[in-house]
């Protein structure tokens, strides 16, 4: 039996905003909510949520933990997580919100890179991706 969708609350229907902020479906289809604990995910959401248009962000590590309510070896492990997993970039003080058409592993990115969180040179990831081309 298919499920006939219908508005339950017309005066609250979700509208873009003109500060409109997105999570991918691809976060649940491609099971990255698995991959990551509910502490990776927190701070995924309010990346996401904070990041300009092309996913960037500055806040701060203590001001993270403070909004996310996390001890310091908590709020680490999580961005851990989400470099790992191939949803964020982080070279002190930015954050970046990738795109998950292409996982960092994927591109080629060294594996200290994808472990540490920081960021390898764009250069080094295009060639890599290109096959030595760039």
Known sequence: MKIKK?????E???RIPR???WIDQRVVRDR???????AALA???VLVTVSDIEGLSYYSDTSLQRMLAMEPAQFLSARVQLCQNGLIVYDKPLYQVLSLELSLEGAGVPEPAVRTGHAAPVGEILRRILGGVA
């Open 32 to 38: 990255y909510l698995q991959r990551c604990d509910h």
């Open 43 to 45: 701070l995924y959401l």
């Open 6 to 10: 219908h508005i339950l609350c017309p």
């Open 19 to 21: 500060q409109f902020s």
């Open 12 to 14: 609250r229907l979700r």
